[in-house]
C-alpha cells in the first residue's frame, strides 16, 4: 500500500459547516470510482485543503496520473502531490 498526499491550494479561504462537509463528501466520491484507490483521507484548514490517498498501485506515474485527473475533474487547479514511503507490514 502506499500514501500520497495532494494539497491543494484554497485560496486562503475558510471552508466551514455545511461547504465543508460537501467538500469532503465531492472529494471521497469522487475517488471512490477508481479502482487503484483504498481509502481517501480529507482535512480542511484555513486556506489548504490536504488530501491523504492510500492506493493499492505498485506504479507510482499512474497513481498520480490518476490523483491529478480526479483533481482537475473536480476544478481544482493549484495543488501538489507528494508521494510518502510507507514502511512494509511483515505480519
Given amino acids: 500500500m502506499r500514501l500520497t498526499l495532494a494539497t491543494i491550494d484554497a485560496a486562503g479561504e475558510a471552508i466551514t459547516g455545511n461547504d465543508a462537509e460537501e467538500l469532503i463528501f465531492s472529494?471521497?466520491?469522487a475517488f471512490a470510482g477508481e479502482p487503484e484507490i483504498e481509502h481517501v483521507s480529507v482535512r480542511i484548514r484555513t486556506g489548504v485543503i490536504a488530501v491523504g490517498i492510500?492506493?493499492?498501485a505498485a506504479?507510482?506515474?499512474r497513481t498520480n496520473t490518476c490523483i491529478r485527473g480526479?483533481?482537475?475533474r473536480l476544478?481544482?487547479?493549484h495543488f501538489s502531490i507528494r508521494n510518502v514511503p510507507l514502511?512494509?507490514?511483515v505480519l
Wanted: no cysteine.
Fill in 54 to 56: 492510500f492506493t493499492v
Fill in 59 to 61: 506504479e507510482t506515474a
Fill in 70 to 72: 480526479v483533481l482537475g
Fill in 27 to 29: 472529494i471521497r466520491a
Fill in 75 to 77: 476544478g481544482f487547479a
Fill in 87 to 89: 514502511p512494509e507490514v
